[in-house]
């Protein structure tokens, strides 16, 4: 869970906010800025979407964020009868309850369809985090000019982006700067996995959805195997609270379940899931392979609507290929090996990228995203 932070100067609005979460990320930056809110005002309430990280901070949860955790046009369509049910369920919350403020983050394709909803209740909306028009389905722009009042971007060229689109939208930085939880010492995280201090720890990061850690843990597996032929190293698996890891794989390779989160902080090198994950390493500083496996028939659609040159965030704040990324059937354990051993034969190639990691860094701006998102939003509920 993200660490809480301090807030000077209490606010008094006494308000019910609905916030959706849809995804493990989601749900650790919303629980950051539901910590935040209730610092400054000890009247708002939240009930909505989220997971284990918003119900600790008191959100009444209409469905669970693990529930939520699908991607894939293929993937979304077999689950559309459950996902109708949810945003049901959401509408006749707000039915109810009548929020004086929706907060929506990220998951666009349930968001945007509940912000037209949430428009025809006059319900303002805050989208936080906001949808990644830029790579693909530019034409949602005008359901956010439309309904949503608020958008508050992580990324310094996003605010641009939409304001030559004709959205108001406020760049607040990146959350994940806001501070690292409190991690254990590198020592004793070694010791926990029965690792020395020197070891060579190579994180791997197959993703927080069941569905991907499906398809890339095998992979990343058969990678470790051929690795250690010329290179002897100990890999960790970093593993999310709401995905299952296959029960042999526990012989082989070292599982942290606790603060997966740390197996990049003490890695040396990693693979990691195209999304939040190749953003951690540039923030760690761990020089990693970029992997994403998906259903072909989604891999055809994606191909043919995405505008952007990358996939991971990484590269395309540096705007050029800092991480390699090995995508769908390019993503082979022979190809990834070779990556990894680039960087492990030779010290300069491996400085060389945590250089280039840490100008990424410095680019998403300095800590206080949350406190930030806060205070902007209580502007809003005491101006209404």
């Not at 979460?21 to 209730?38: I, N």
């Not at 689950?79 to 666009?108: G, M, Q």
């Not at 939208?169 to 254990?184: C, I, K, Q, R, S």
Request: glycine share 6%.
């Amino acid at each position: 869970m993200l660490p809480k932070q301090q807030f000077y100067g209490e606010i008094i609005v006494t308000k019910e906010i609905l916030i959706v979460a849809g995804e493990t990320s989601a749900d650790q930056h919303g629980a950051a800025l539901v910590s935040q809110l209730k610092a400054a005002s000890k009247d708002v309430t939240f009930f909505g979407i989220g997971g284990d990280n918003l119900r600790w901070e008191g959100v009444q949860l209409v469905e669970h964020a693990e529930n939520m955790a699908i991607m894939g046009f293929v993937e979304v369509a077999k689950h559309y009868w459950f996902l109708r049910t949810v945003y049901n369920k959401v509408v006749s919350e707000c039915e109810k309850r009548n929020p004086a403020r929706a907060i929506l983050i990220d998951y666009p394709g349930f968001n945007l369809r509940l912000a037209k909803e949430l428009k025809k209740r006059q319900i303002p909306v805050t989208y936080y985090i906001s949808p990644q028009l830029w790579a693909w389905k530019e034409k949602r722009i005008e359901i956010i000019r439309e309904c949503v009042d608020q958008m508050l971007c992580i990324f310094p060229f996003e605010e641009q982006w939409y304001r030559q689109r004709g959205v108001e939208a406020t760049y607040v930085g990146h959350p994940f700067l806001d501070g690292e939880p409190n991690f254990m010492e590198r020592e004793y995280f070694l010791d926990k996995h029965s690792l020395s201090t020197n070891t060579i720890v190579l994180a791997l990061m197959p993703g927080s959805r069941q569905q991907e850690v499906n398809r890339h843990l095998k992979t990343m597996i058969k990678t470790v195997e051929l690795v250690k032929r010329d290179i002897e190293i100990s890999a960790i698996v970093g593993k999310a609270p709401a995905v299952e890891l296959p029960q042999e794989i526990g012989d082989k390779i070292h599982i942290e379940t606790d603060t997966p989160e740390m197996v990049l902080k003490y890695a040396s090198i990693g693979i990691v899931s195209s999304g939040t994950v190749s953003l951690q390493s540039a923030i760690y500083g761990v020089p990693s392979v970029v992997i994403y496996k998906m259903n072909p028939l989604t891999w055809i659609v994606a191909n043919k609507v995405t505008q952007v040159s990358y996939a991971s965030m990484t590269n395309l704040i540096a705007k050029e290929q800092v991480l390699p990324e090995l995508l769908q059937s390019r993503a082979r354990p022979e190809k990834i090996a070779d990556c990894l051993k680039k960087w492990l034969r030779s010290e300069d190639l491996r400085e060389q990228t945590v250089n280039q990691l840490s100008e990424v860094k410095r680019q998403l701006g300095g800590p206080g995203a949350s406190q930030k998102v806060a205070r902007l939003i209580l502007e809003r509920l005491e101006a209404a």
